[in-house]
């Protein structure tokens, strides 16, 4: 018994409107066609622990690749950047959602590639998760929303021109299943929202499953934060991975 | 969730960066998920100077506690320091 090996490296990969930027991307190292996993970063930007993530889809038969969305923000360390990203008021959806879309190309041309795609996102990356669930939804057979917030928007003022859209008023065009992964504590989403996006989710008659964790809130599964809850952190994977090997395979 | 609101304030004055002494003319102050700092939120402060293009910060992450305790301070300092000096 042993465990598989796995190889990760920064890459360059085509987004939005073909502007090349970085990727971190982890593979099986084995032969093998594997499904891909497209994972999304939270706003503060391309950190350490986003890349344990990618490297975690790796170590479980994935291809994965962590496109860094601020690239186009740089030069500088990931964190400078970030904080660039944020006092412009952060990036605009269609650049996120083209992003996306180049990274899901990356994974595709790689001779590995089974041509199963999700897409992972954690926090404001739920949110793109479920974003990009409905603006590519002939190109993702399985969407993981971890606690994305401002899916639905209760206050139009944080309408922009960046984020012009709610992304609950797009969910007649979702396609693939979708899981959604929620602490009760959290404030945004909160209960209701959940509750809210779920009924949308039901009412159009969407294939979807909700987990609702006690005892936890934001950002519950990052290991770097004191908001990490192991156990709920573990079911929550174990129901994440469960979730894609019944929509992607590995 | 990560929240988009920052606040800018318009400051006078230097700080020391990665490159050494920049002159500064905005601090970002935001309430949100820190990079660093193992707090679940915290009030983080990036001195730029946009005139200079911002691409250099001098950064800090708080605790909330720990902010206010800075706020507070910082009002003593300055009335403790502008009376002395009022005096001398």
Redesign the interface.
């Given at each position: 018994m042993s465990y598989d090996s796995l190889t990760a490296e920064t890459v360059k990969f085509r987004g939005h409107n073909g502007d090349e930027g970085e990727g971190y991307y982890a593979r099986p190292t084995r032969a093998g066609k594997f499904p891909g996993i497209v994972v999304i970063h939270h706003l503060p930007g391309w950190d350490e622990w986003i890349t344990e993530v990618v490297r975690k889809f790796a170590h479980h038969g994935y291809t994965a690749i962590s496109p860094h969305l601020y690239f186009r923000n740089g030069p500088g360390s990931p964190d400078d950047v970030g904080a660039r990203v944020r006092a412009a008021g952060g990036v605009a959806d269609d650049q996120v959602v083209g992003d996306v879309k180049g990274a899901i190309a990356y994974l595709r041309a790689q001779s590995n590639a089974s041509g199963k795609i999700g897409v992972i996102g954690f926090c404001s990356g739920g949110r793109h998760a479920y974003l990009v669930g409905c603006k590519l939804n002939t190109e993702v057979d399985a969407i993981v929303d971890c606690w994305g917030g401002n899916v639905i928007v209760d206050d139009p003022k944080a309408l922009n021109d960046k984020r012009p859209v709610a992304p609950i008023d797009l969910t007649e065009s979702l396609r693939a299943p979708l899981i959604g992964i929620f602490g009760n504590d959290d404030e945004n989403p909160n209960a209701d929202q959940v509750n809210r996006t779920e009924a949308a989710l039901k009412k159009m008659g969407k294939s979807y499953e909700f987990h609702r964790y006690d005892g936890a809130g934001h950002a519950f599964f990052n290991t770097a934060r004191a908001a990490y809850r192991p156990e709920q952190a573990a079911d929550g994977w174990r129901k994440t991975f469960a979730f894609l090997r019944k929509n992607l395979g590995a | 969730?990560?929240?988009?609101i920052?606040e800018?304030a318009q400051v006078s004055g230097s700080a020391k960066g990665p490159s050494g002494w920049m002159r500064i003319d905005t601090a970002?102050v935001?309430f949100?998920?820190?990079?660093?700092a193992?707090?679940?939120h915290a009030l983080?402060i990036?001195f730029?100077c946009e005139a200079d293009g911002?691409?250099?910060?001098v950064?800090v992450e708080l605790s909330a506690a720990s902010a206010r305790e800075l706020i507070s301070k910082i009002m003593i300092a300055l009335a403790s320091g502008e009376s002395a000096h009022r005096a001398a």
């Open positions: - | 969730m990560c929240s988009y920052v800018k970002n935001y949100d998920h820190p990079y660093h193992p707090l679940d983080a990036d730029v911002a691409q250099e910060r950064a």
